[in-house]
Nanobody, 116 residues
């Protein structure tokens, strides 16, 4: 089992930046992968970015070139660096851990609001 705690959300103007953090209760290198998802009102939750324990990374097309996912195993933390934010990036952002056992766990989410 793993607990995930996200932070770093907030209100920002379009064009601004935020850094989200997801602190895990165990080593992130022990996971199969970690991911950031988001869910806007009335929409389905969607993958934003993911990173595997082997360092493979993928991004949603809508955030490529603007968002960067990274991990710090010493701090058991995965980050999502978000630049050039747009109003359509407004959503609740969730961290997800994929364990090698096949289980997965979600954090509680952090709200990101981008004003135009």
């Amino acid at each position: 089992q793993v607990q995930l705690v996200e932070s770093g959300g907030g209100l920002v103007q379009a064009g601004g930046s935020l850094r989200l953090s997801c602190v895990a209760s165990r080593s992130i290198f022990s996971m199969n992968a970690m991911g950031w998802y988001r869910q806007a009102p009335g929409k389905q939750r969607e993958l934003v970015a993911a990173i595997t324990s082997g360092g493979r990374i993928n991004y949603a097309d809508s955030v490529k070139g603007r968002f960067t996912i990274s991990g710090d195993n010493a701090k058991n933390t995965v980050y999502l660096h978000m630049n050039s934010l747009k109003p359509e990036d407004t959503a609740v952002y969730y961290c997800k851990a994929y364990l090698r056992t096949g289980s997965d766990y979600w954090g509680q989410g952090t709200q990101v609001t981008v004003s135009s």
